[in-house]
């Protein structure tokens, strides 16, 4: 599924596959960090999402990712 959310980025964000991993990279840290702080809602990973450009149907994504 990474390739596919990476994929997804770049086209809604015009870069290339690196910078798409970064910006996966810093919304997922910023997740888990409001995670620690327990502090996190489902409309923050929505907001993320959001951010990316991604539809909400990668909101389970960012749920697994939070997961491990």
Known sequence: MTNSI?????NSCSCD???AQEYLNDETDNLRELRELNDLRLSDIEVA???LGLDNDYVEYFINALAS
């Open 6 to 10: 990476i994929t997804a980025i770049c």
């Open 17 to 19: 596959s690196e910078e």
């Open 49 to 51: 999402c959001e951010n």
